[in-house]
C-alpha cells in the first residue's frame, strides 16, 4: 500500500506516513495468520474472538501500532522500523553559497 494514497485520501504526509506502517504491518499479520484457525489465534495472540475478527478484516484504526507489533512477534515475524535521512532536494544554481542573481 502506498502512503501516496493515504495523502490522496486527505490525510497529512505524516498521518499518511504513519498510516502505511499501520497497513503494511497488518498485511503482513494477516497473511502470517492464515495458517490458523480464529480460536487458534485467539489463544496465540491473547486476546478475544471479536478482536481476531477485527484484525483479519483489516479494521485497523482499533489496534496501535504497538499491538500490531506485539501481534507481529507473537506470530513470528520480526519486527523493526527502519528511517532513513531527509530526501535531498535539487539545489538551484548558486543556492550553495547564498549568491543571488539580481537582474
Do not use: C
Not at 24 to 43: F, H, M, P, R
Request: positive net charge; proline residues 3%.
Amino acid at each position: 500500500m502506498s502512503q501516496k494514497l493515504f495523502e490522496d485520501l486527505g490525510f497529512s504526509p505524516h498521518e499518511a506516513a504513519a498510516l502505511k506502517l499501520k497497513a503494511d504491518l497488518n498485511t503482513k499479520i494477516v497473511k502470517a495468520a492464515a495458517g490458523y484457525t480464529q480460536q487458534e489465534l485467539q489463544s496465540k495472540l491473547g486476546t478475544s474472538q471479536p478482536r481476531v475478527s477485527d484484525l483479519l478484516r483489516g479494521k485497523m484504526a482499533k489496534f496501535s501500532l504497538d499491538t500490531l507489533v506485539v501481534y507481529a512477534e507473537l506470530l513470528g515475524l520480526r519486527t523493526e522500523i527502519k528511517t532513513t535521512g531527509p530526501r535531498k532536494q535539487a539545489r538551484t544554481r548558486g543556492a550553495a553559497v547564498g549568491v543571488h542573481f539580481v537582474r
